[in-house]
């Protein structure tokens, strides 16, 4: 693979390989299956070589914040994404990594991955065919195949802002929403309501467990007793606990 004319580009594919092999790395660990890496990169390194001009904006923003850093991420598209990768923009002084003293602007940048399906035919590819491969399997022309496709964007952060105030301001706050929603807030009493039914069915199955082991050498009806737990559970579910 011929190294890109326009150095910048060239180190963000590098950089992007090696946080690429860094994610490999973590799937390997967890058992996760591992990204094709040649098959992400083929499409954005084809883009950057063949159209250099259109990434003078995104080559601009990388030498002004030459510290970015690339983050690996679940593709957005559910339906036929592979990853996301954020670039984060940012700039340290004299290059040096700190949390007091950087530069970062109001917008960053995504790549979004996806797969993009070429049905051009069944294959029936015989090995006596101009560029079989005997490995594929395949000469590698006119047959079905999958490539990878890209998009890259720009995101502008519009606003950055938090809740101001202590918790008991949330609550009011949180109890005027429910107030105006009363199918949300009878969903939200009917969780609170489940939740404590389970606490007491566990509770009740834990004390029974135990009321048998310091019953066991005394006549007592374990299954009255348990009847009677029953019977509880039923009231308090009649009035709502």
């Not at 150095?7 to 490999?24: A, H």
């Not at 984060?88 to 700190?98: A, F, Q």
């Not at 590819?125 to 491969?133: A, F, H, L, S, V």
């Not at 005027?176 to 309501?193: C, G, P, Q, R």
Request: glycine letters at 2%.
């Amino acid at each position: 693979m011929e190294k890109l004319q326009n150095e910048t580009l060239q180190r963000f594919i590098d950089d992007f390989v090696k946080e690429l092999k860094r994610e490999n790395n973590n799937r390997e660990y967890h058992e996760i299956k591992k990204l094709n890496i040649p098959f992400i990169l083929s499409s954005l390194y084809q883009s950057f070589l063949n159209n250099p001009d259109l990434y003078k904006e995104f080559v601009s923003d990388l030498e002004m914040y030459p510290d970015y850093n690339i983050t690996i991420d679940n593709p957005k598209n559910e339906y036929d994404g592979i990853i996301d990768a954020d670039i984060n923009l940012v700039r340290y002084k004299d290059g040096i990594e700190s949390f007091q003293d950087y530069d970062m602007p109001n917008y960053d940048y995504r790549l979004c991955f996806s797969y993009d399906e070429r049905y051009w035919g069944y294959c029936e590819c015989t090995p006596d065919m101009k560029d079989y491969r005997e490995d594929k399997k395949c000469c590698g022309h006119g047959c079905d195949a999958s490539f990878c496709s890209f998009s890259l964007h720009k995101i502008n952060n519009i606003v950055s802002d938090s809740w101001h105030g202590d918790e008991h301001d949330y609550w009011d706050f949180e109890d005027e929403f429910y107030m105006n929603n009363k199918e949300l807030a009878d969903k939200k009493d009917k969780e609170e309501t489940e939740r404590k039914i389970r606490e007491l069915q566990e509770r009740i199955s834990a004390d029974s467990k135990k009321l048998a082991e310091l019953t066991s050498d005394f006549p007592v009806d374990i299954d009255e007793e348990l009847d009677k737990y029953k019977k509880t559970i039923e009231f308090m579910k009649k009035i709502g606990i």
